[in-house]
């Protein structure tokens, strides 16, 4: 396993703040008026390579971790690689995914007493858990952790799948607003697609390439590549909200590429934004490097009305 996965970084990590992004070309609500209250806030975290630290907002980064508890080890009895038996009794160490501070991103809510959330998962196949990584999701309060924070590497897995190890990344959380994708409202996208159509060949882009989002992100709609799967929450039976997605796809050209990694050999002036393409130079940097079974994700969602914000994950590939 590539040592580089899950170190600690010891470079300074860039800074997080939010990506320019180009206008959206259109008024939804006005061109397609049955989208009216669908809107929702979102933050996209555009991941990308580089030396994050305990301190710093990232994926794949390490984690400011207490000293008091114990790194948390998978030992479910099913927890295999691809075409490959069962690791056993063995524990396995799991591996940081996410770890989010509530200063770099004011979209997030966090349970009272809290700010900073951390994702952890077994870089292993669960058969019992949807054929994927198992997570596991903390909510700290970042004082508090501080005082009693290890300077210990934590252990390693002594196996993974290496679709599941994602590879250190800063992130620059970015507000945004986007509109249903796999959510729109039943028989909506059917009886829309012919204006859908309509609109791609009069302004030369689509609304689903402009007004909805496939990338790593908090909030907003999951980045569902296959039907929606929304859980109930087991404790009221309420749908959960969306928390977070974690996704195999990155923004590589269109909108929601970041203007300042554009190419710069492009004519800006006379591309469209929705056809910009990005800047060679830093697209090996783009995303945490994880396959996610092909181009898939991993979606997080809680409870906020029941005790302790109860969550649970759905993945799709």
């Not at 997080?16 to 206008?23: E, I, K």
């Not at 799948?161 to 990344?169: A, I, M, N, S, V």
Request: aromatic letters at 10%; one cysteine or more; glycine letters at 8%.
């Amino acid at each position: 396993m590539p040592s580089g996965h899950i170190q600690q970084g010891t470079e300074e990590a860039r800074p997080t703040g939010p990506r320019p992004l180009a206008p959206i070309p259109f008024d939804v609500e006005s061109v397609f008026p049955e989208l009216a209250g669908t809107a929702r806030e979102v933050t996209l975290l555009y991941a990308r390579a580089g030396h994050p630290r305990p301190g710093d907002s990232s994926i794949g980064g390490p984690l400011l971790w207490p000293a008091s508890e114990p790194w948390p080890m998978c030992t479910e009895p099913d927890h295999y690689k691809p075409l490959a038996a069962p690791v056993g009794q063995e524990p396995v160490a799991m591996i940081p995914v996410v770890q989010l501070y509530a200063r770099d991103v004011p979209g997030l809510v966090f349970p009272t007493g809290t700010d900073l959330l951390q994702i952890l998962w077994c870089p292993l196949v669960h058969e019992d858990d949807q054929y994927a990584a198992n997570p596991q999701l903390h909510w700290r309060n970042t004082a508090l952790t501080a005082t009693d924070a290890t300077d210990e590497q934590p252990p390693r897995p002594h196996t993974a799948e290496e679709d599941y190890l994602p590879r250190p990344c800063t992130v620059s959380p970015t507000a945004a607003v986007e509109y249903p994708n796999w959510d729109l409202p039943d028989g909506l996208k059917e009886q829309l697609g012919e204006r859908f159509e309509a609109l791609q060949e009069e302004r030369g882009f689509d609304y689903f390439e402009v007004a909805t989002t496939q990338q790593s992100k908090v909030g907003g709609y999951p980045s569902w590549t296959q039907r929606p799967n929304w859980p109930d929450c087991a404790g009221c039976g309420t749908r959960m909200e969306h928390l977070l997605s974690v996704t195999a796809t990155e923004a590589g050209v269109g909108r929601w590429l970041p203007l300042d990694e554009r190419n710069p050999s492009q004519d800006h002036a006379a591309t469209p934004s929705w056809r910009a393409e990005v800047d060679p130079v830093v697209l090996d940097t783009f995303g945490h490097d994880m396959v996610l079974g092909d181009l898939g994700g991993m979606y997080f969602f809680v409870c906020r009305a029941c005790p302790d914000t109860p969550y649970t994950h759905r993945y799709d590939c």
